[in-house]
């Protein structure tokens, strides 16, 4: 249960993040390709929330995190060297 709360807590936040910075952030990118970075556990999140069904509370959320897949149209991932 708890590794649970905690991958919604961070897709949460990813969400409302996203949610202030995510129109404007896309339409940008059309004209010049810009990257957002996520760290491992936030890609881990995402595909654990993606397996989880919904929904993560009550309510409305300013951007969801399923819309964010859809509206992406290239995912880079690159190793980082420690």
Known sequence: ???FQEIHSIVDDLSVRLGGVGEEWLTSSESS???FEFTPI?????TERLR???PTAPG???YHENRLGSDLKMQLIMRTSR
Not at 42 to 46: F, N, V
């Open 1 to 3: 249960m708890q590794k």
């Open 33 to 35: 390709p810009k990257y």
């Open 42 to 46: 936030e890609m881990y999140a995402i």
């Open 52 to 54: 989880l069904p919904e």
């Open 60 to 62: 409305e959320w300013e």
